[in-house]
């Protein structure tokens, strides 16, 4: 079965630091770029990172560029993101996404992703 699984969210104050994780099955992500979004509520899903196939590029939104940092282990066939300084402004649930590529690069659009995670929850609060 296809599937992406996200794991790590939870409840943190501001300030901290948290750890998410993608784990694939059933595909090699070798031949994916991973992204993730993020979906407060309320509001519409937001790109905020994605890693090419190998690792090679990376890319943040502004709103998280120097905060986040993504990383992949394909061997491991995991995708992280590193969440430091965490704001109240980044609860949402987190989702990963592939995109089957073919070069080096990751978009990080949604009409370009072929599976989608269920999401983890990240809370900042006091």
């Known amino acids: 079965q296809l599937q992406l699984v996200e794991s790590g969210g939870g409840l943190v104050q501001p300030g901290a630091s948290l750890r998410l994780s993608c784990t694939a099955s059933?595909?090699?992500?070798?031949?994916?770029?991973i992204s993730w979004f993020r979906q407060a509520s309320g509001k519409e899903r937001e790109e905020i990172s994605c890693?090419?196939?190998?690792?090679?590029?990376?890319t943040y939104a502004d709103s998280v560029n120097g905060r986040f940092k993504i990383s992949k282990d394909n061997a491991n066939h995991t995708v992280y993101l590193q969440m430091i300084s965490v704001k109240p402004e980044d609860t949402a649930v987190y989702f990963c996404?592939?995109?089957?590529?073919?070069?080096?690069?990751?978009?990080?659009?949604?009409?370009?992703?072929?599976?989608w995670g269920v999401g983890t929850q990240v809370t900042v609060s006091s």
């Open positions: 059933g595909f090699t992500l070798d031949d994916y770029a």
């Open positions: 996404a592939a995109e089957r590529r073919f070069d080096t690069w990751c978009s990080r659009l949604r009409t370009e992703m072929t599976y």
């Open positions: 890693i090419s196939r190998f690792g090679g590029y990376k």
